[in-house]
Every structure is written in C-alpha cells, then in structure tokens.
C-alpha cells in the first residue's frame, strides 16, 4: 500500500490566489481527516469525513476554507482566497473504522502565502 | 470541551528511560494515541490505550488512567533516533482525535 497520498508537497503562492491540496487515502479506510500545524497552534482538526459524507467541519477557520470528498479516493481542500496567516502545514490522514490502528498521515503540504 | 496538557520540552541520555505525560478533558472521549512526529516529517502511530492500565510494545509502553484523566508514554533503553515530538491525542465517540501541542523530547549522547 502507499499509504496517504497528498499533493503538492510544497506550494507557494500570492495573496489573493486560490489554492487546491489534494489528498488521496488508503483504501478501505472510512475516515479521511484534513489538519493543519503551526508552530503557534499545533495540530488543529479542520474538517473530517465519514464514508465520504463531512461530519464536522467545526475546525474550518472561515468561509475561505472548502473541503470536498467526491469520491472514496479523493479528497481536497480549497482555499479562496488565500491570505499570508494561511501558511502552515496541511497534513491528511485516514483510518478505518476500528480506531484502534490510529491515523495513517500523508507526507504534508507545506503551503507557503507571500 | 477538548483540552490537552503536555510538557513541551524533555532532555534524557541515551540508554536512560523517559516518561512523558499527558492528560486532557475530553467530550466523548474513547481512547489515547500516542503518535512519534521527527522534524519535517508526518506524525506516526504509536499506541492506543481504550482501558486502564499499561500496553508494552517493545521499548514503548503507554499507560492510561480514564478517572484521573491521564496517560503517559514510557520510552526505554533511549537511542538518538528517539529524538522527536510526541504527540498524545484524545479520540472520541464521534471518530475524531484532538491532539495535544506535543512534547519535544531531546536524547543527548
């Protein structure tokens, strides 16, 4: 398996522009979570899926922020438009039903706003 | 609510034993992970505590008390490679995990 797969691993962007990150978890896995961490706030949970169907997007900071979850397969995270105080690293996770196997992230979007 | 408390930062010696504590007030709450994160890299998984008491797993043990709310990781027999964040992190019902702000953990030769 290879694991959660996310892209891109690095982005750098403008203020104003809006931003995609994708994600791609194991399959079989029911949960696909969507994180972000700073050095100032840790790991903070942005918004989860349950068989695809979001269940708690509570962690969203605001309206700029959009998760969809199309498929079994596919994950993404949009941020429109995007502002400096968005820079952070955006990790994705899944994991099956039976959480006593924990998450399985995937390598992290170091996402860059100039 | 969800609320999380570790120490931020450890130092031990290499071949020493270091335990690290974490305890929280949690909704719900389900179980424990323990999660391993080096510098630049993603978290990964460690242990999970659902019940009381201690779960060993090699140089790794975790222990869990539910009625005091508190949970520690014990790492034995310390190698440089330990260096890294140690993330403790409350499930809950619902599925989800809030993560503590991790303890960085420093080995020293």
């Known amino acids: 398996d290879a694991g959660v797969i996310q892209s891109p691993r690095h982005e750098v962007t403008e203020m104003g522009q809006e931003v995609t990150l994708r994600c791609k978890p194991i399959?079989?896995?029911?949960?696909l979570f969507w994180y972000r961490q700073t050095m100032m706030r840790g790991l903070e949970l942005l918004i989860y899926f349950n068989n695809n169907v979001p269940i708690d997007d509570s962690g969203m900071p605001e309206d700029r922020f959009s998760a969809k979850m199309p498929n079994a397969s596919f994950s993404t995270l949009k941020i429109q438009p995007s502002e400096p105080r968005d820079s952070a690293v955006y990790f994705c996770?899944?994991?099956?039903?039976?959480?006593?196997?924990?998450?399985?992230f995937g390598s992290g979007t170091r996402l860059t706003v100039v | 609510g969800q609320n999380i408390d570790q120490p931020t930062e450890m130092t031990a010696t290499e071949g020493a034993i270091v335990q690290i504590n974490c305890t929280y007030q949690t909704s719900g709450f389900n179980g424990l992970f323990w999660y391993q994160q080096h510098a630049g890299e993603a978290p990964t998984f460690l242990s999970y505590n659902v019940l009381d008491g201690l779960e060993e797993k090699g140089r790794f043990s975790s222990f869990l008390s539910r009625s005091k709310g508190y949970s520690y990781l014990l790492l034995k027999e310390l190698q440089m490679k330990d260096s890294a964040s140690y993330l403790c992190a409350a499930n809950t019902n619902a599925g989800k995990s809030t993560f503590g702000d991790g303890t960085t953990l420093t080995v020293k030769p």
């Open positions: 399959s079989g896995h029911d949960y």
């Open positions: 996770a899944s994991s099956p039903s039976r959480t006593g196997r924990g998450y399985t």
